[in-house]
């Protein structure tokens, strides 16, 4: 459902909704964010998301969240809130979207998908990338109030190393990522896995070629995460963090 003044949304690949003069032209066939979700579609998908492969989990399953797309380049492309107020959902998400999705593009590759998720534990104390979080700092110029969406066209930056934020593929390319915040880490997987099923992004091994992987719960592994508060995955419950 959309509110007065909100563009409906539109098939990916058709013409973009007329929003503003700047994000239209972002849009357009040969333009930076050409392909990827609208801020239109990037709302309807974050909203449809927690009704969608079962319960998301989480502290309220992924319905006051905050998500963001960025290209290839890691310019950002579009943010949209789930909800019709936008300052109900953590206003700190909003730029923590930003740098999940800055993130999960600069450290995926073409062949090699990467979630933010599978940085955790690597970007622990003694392990290989300590330290990872203070590289690329998050842009001052992309804080915006939750009624603005301040950093469209621009490189954010921002580097978090916890579930939320998915790189997008097309044509075994990636085209650039997406980025998801406002519940537990693990919820914000989730509907971001989600958003990038229903946008046909998804990597060319597979929907969960870069799924979270719980320690505790599944074999040892460099790229394990820890249990949230009501962990589920993929529709079902896995655990509790402790």
Same mark, same amino acid.
């Given at each position: 459902?959309?509110?007065?003044?909100?563009?409906?949304?539109?098939?990916?690949?058709?013409?973009?909704?007329?929003?503003?003069?700047?994000?239209?032209?972002?849009?357009?066939?040969?333009?930076?964010?050409?392909?990827?979700?609208?801020?239109?579609?990037?709302?309807?998908?974050?909203?449809?998301?927690?009704?969608?492969?079962?319960?998301?989990?989480?502290?309220?399953?992924?319905?006051?969240?905050?998500?963001?797309?960025?290209?290839?380049?890691?310019?950002?492309?579009?943010?949209?809130?789930?909800?019709?107020?936008?300052?109900?959902?953590?206003?700190?998400?909003?730029?923590?979207?930003?740098?999940?999705?800055?993130?999960?593009?600069?450290?995926?590759?073409?062949?090699?998908?990467? %979630? @933010? *998720? =599978? /940085?955790?534990?690597? +970007?622990? $104390?003694?392990?290989?990338?300590?330290?990872?979080?203070?590289?690329? !700092?998050?842009?001052?110029?992309?804080?915006?109030?939750?009624?603005?969406?301040?950093?469209?066209?621009?490189?954010?930056?921002?580097?978090?190393?916890?579930?939320?934020?998915?790189?997008?593929?097309?044509?075994?390319?990636?085209?650039?990522?997406?980025?998801?915040?406002?519940?537990?880490?693990?919820?914000?997987?989730?509907?971001?896995?989600?958003?990038? %099923? @229903? *946008? =046909? /992004?998804?990597?060319? +091994?597979? $929907?969960?070629?870069?799924?979270?992987?719980?320690?505790?719960?599944? !074999?040892?592994?460099?790229?394990?995460?820890?249990?949230?508060?009501?962990?589920?995955?993929?529709?079902?419950?896995?655990?509790?963090?402790?």
């Amino acid at each position: 459902m959309t509110t007065q003044g909100e563009p409906l949304p539109r098939p990916l690949g058709s013409a973009p909704a007329n929003r503003d003069i700047a994000a239209a032209v972002a849009e357009q066939p040969g333009k930076p964010c050409a392909g990827l979700p609208s801020q239109a579609e990037l709302k309807q998908w974050l909203r449809a998301a927690p009704s969608q492969g079962g319960d998301a989990g989480g502290l309220t399953g992924g319905k006051f969240d905050w998500a963001a797309v960025v290209n290839r380049e890691g310019e950002l492309c579009a943010i949209a809130v789930s909800t019709d107020d936008p300052s109900a959902p953590w206003p700190g998400s909003q730029a923590i979207a930003k740098a999940k999705a800055y993130t999960a593009n600069a450290f995926s590759t073409d062949t090699a998908p990467l %979630s @933010t *998720a =599978k /940085l955790y534990t690597l +970007s622990q $104390p003694g392990h290989s990338l300590w330290g990872i979080a203070a590289g690329n !700092p998050f842009d001052p110029a992309c804080l915006s109030s939750p009624s603005e969406q301040r950093g469209i066209g621009k490189v954010c930056g921002g580097t978090i190393a916890f579930g939320g934020g998915l790189p997008l593929y097309r044509d075994q390319k990636r085209v650039g990522a997406l980025g998801v915040s406002g519940d537990t880490a693990c919820a914000d997987h989730e509907i971001a896995k989600g958003i990038r %099923s @229903t *946008a =046909k /992004l998804d990597p060319s +091994s597979g $929907p969960l070629a870069d799924d979270i992987i719980f320690k505790d719960v599944d !074999p040892p592994s460099i790229y394990a995460h820890p249990l949230c508060p009501n962990t589920w995955r993929n529709g079902k419950k896995v655990g509790e963090e402790t």
